[in-house]
Nanobody
């Protein structure tokens, strides 16, 4: 059974940076697009970034364009999210999964908390 483990979250001040990692076991990511999502308190989970199978395509939510970068290492079965110029509105629990906006293939992991405040 597939297992997702997100890590790298924390508390930072506005303008700071964080790097998230998503390690997946029991599932080979190389043939699937992978995505990062986030869920803020009282809000629905939203797609943050998506990367194609061979990293040839990357799409981002409008609110994070130019600040976040998604990448993947298929050999390590791991997906990354580099976040810069963080804003308080980026505060949320961040999750990754196989798929994109309309489908998430795997059971969700525990996520990693990102808190941006001064």
């Amino acid at each position: 059974q597939a297992r997702i483990v997100e890590s790298g979250g924390g508390s930072v001040q506005p303008g700071g940076s964080l790097s998230l990692s998503c390690a997946i076991s029991g599932f080979t990511i190389s043939t699937w697009p992978m995505s990062w999502y986030r869920q803020a308190p009282g809000k629905e989970r939203e797609l943050v970034a998506r990367i194609g199978r061979a990293s040839l395509s990357r799409t981002y939510g409008d609110s994070v364009k130019g600040r976040f970068t998604i990448s993947r290492d298929n050999a390590k079965n791991t997906v990354y999210l580099q976040m810069t110029s963080l804003k308080p509105e980026d505060t949320a629990v961040y999750y990754c999964n196989a798929g994109g906006a309309s489908i998430s293939l795997l059971s969700w992991g525990q996520g990693t908390q990102v808190t941006v405040s001064s």
